[in-house]
């Protein structure tokens, strides 16, 4: 029998190729992200700064898995930690643990001497963990686990494949709390080659309906969140934050990359404020006794 | 300061080049969608218009005003 993880593995963008993206530079992002170094889609209210918005996103997932005092958080995607650090401020004793596959997150995570916390460089896929978790927050991560040019059933055992070990790291009565770019009003071939190649290399953004079916029966959708908008003002402080920096941006990374990443964050504000893309967020339980198996 | 006359000018040649229309045959009514523009060439129009007009345009704002008559009344309204 062939192991599922040989299946899915050529599905999704090869951790090299996210790692081109999230290696660019710990200096670089920190030029124009907040100082939580989030990189997904912050929360807004009138008045917020980024860094008010990307707190109240980070505490809107912690809410959403009823995170508690002592308990164990898995993070897939933790970027540079930003969810193990307001964890573990909001709930002392909480036992942290993030994957992500960019070395230098790492190296940045460990330095900030998270109590209880620590990252692996690791893949979903390749992931064996320690203990079971009575939450899991991922952010960001699985509009990366789709591949351009892959089949829509293959694409969809993939997602499945992550729901399946997430199902399997929870605990019983396990929280998962979810974010992602999906594909809103836009056909998949609409996606800017620029965005596929330069950015994000061969990165495929699911469906809600395909994160729907690939979660069914595994876990229950509790709550469901589309925020575009705060994605497209997202996109807005970062690109503002980047124009203010371009002359240090470039020294660090040089001007082609710099240009590429306007243009990037320039598109992503028209995509979101148009509709092109959404951002969801899915809060879900995980169904102790699976009754529904897909057809295969 | 730039007039709405000139701004609708430089808007007009730009189009033009882009699309490799005669500007005189380009309708400062019709959408920038019809003009052929898509979101990418949006994005260099605004960085382009950012340059010469020396303000902070946002990335939406051919969206919200998505003609030429409209974008440069939009436009004459932006705080220097």
Redesign the interface.
């Known amino acids: 029998m062939v192991s599922i993880s040989k299946i899915a593995e050529p599905i999704g963008s090869t951790a090299d190729e996210m790692r081109s993206h999230y290696d660019s530079g710990n200096r670089f992002f920190g030029l124009w992200l907040d100082r939580t170094m989030s990189y997904s889609c912050a929360m807004f209210r009138d008045g917020d700064s980024l860094a008010d918005a990307q707190t109240r996103k980070l505490d809107y997932h912690i809410d959403n898995v009823r995170l508690f005092e002592g308990a164990s958080l898995l993070d897939v995607g933790c970027g540079w930690g930003g969810v193990l650090a307001r964890a573990a401020e909001r709930y002392p004793g909480v036992r942290g643990t993030g994957i992500t596959v960019a070395a230098e997150q790492v190296d940045y995570i460990e330095k900030l001497k998270i109590p209880y916390a620590q990252a692996f460089q690791v893949s979903w896929l390749e992931f064996q963990p320690r203990e079971e978790y009575d939450a899991i927050i991922s952010i960001g991560a699985i509009e990366h686990f789709g591949r351009v040019g892959v089949s829509a059933s293959r694409k969809l055992a993939g997602y499945r494949h992550f729901f399946e070990l997430c199902h399997k790291w929870l605990k019983p009565g396990g929280r998962f709390s979810l974010q992602t770019v999906t594909y809103g009003n836009m056909q998949a071939s609409d996606q800017?080659e620029?965005l596929n190649t330069e950015i994000f290399p061969r990165s495929e953004l699911p469906t809600l309906a395909e994160l729907s079916e690939a979660s069914r029966g595994l876990f229950e959708i509790k709550t469901l969140r589309n925020d575009r908008l705060d994605y497209?003002e997202t996109n807005?402080r970062w690109?503002?934050g980047l124009?203010q920096n371009r002359h240090e941006a470039e020294l660090l990374v040089g001007p082609k990359k710099v240009k590429d990443y306007?243009?990037y964050l320039?598109?992503s504000?028209?995509?979101f404020?148009?509709g092109?893309s959404d951002l969801m967020r899915i809060g879900f339980d995980r169904i102790d006794i699976p009754r529904y198996k897909p057809a295969s | 300061v730039r007039s709405r006359a000139d701004i609708e000018h430089w808007l007009r040649s730009y189009i033009a080049e882009m699309t490799g229309v005669p500007p005189e045959r380009i309708s400062a009514t019709a959408t920038f969608d019809r003009l052929g523009l898509d979101s990418a060439s949006a994005v260099a129009l605004v960085g382009d218009m950012e340059d010469w007009l020396g303000v902070e345009i946002d990335p939406t704002l051919p969206y919200e005003h998505p003609t030429i008559e409209r974008l440069s009344t939009a436009l004459e309204k932006l705080p220097a």
């Open positions: 800017s620029f497209a807005r690109l503002r124009k306007l243009d320039s598109l504000v028209i995509g404020h148009v092109n």
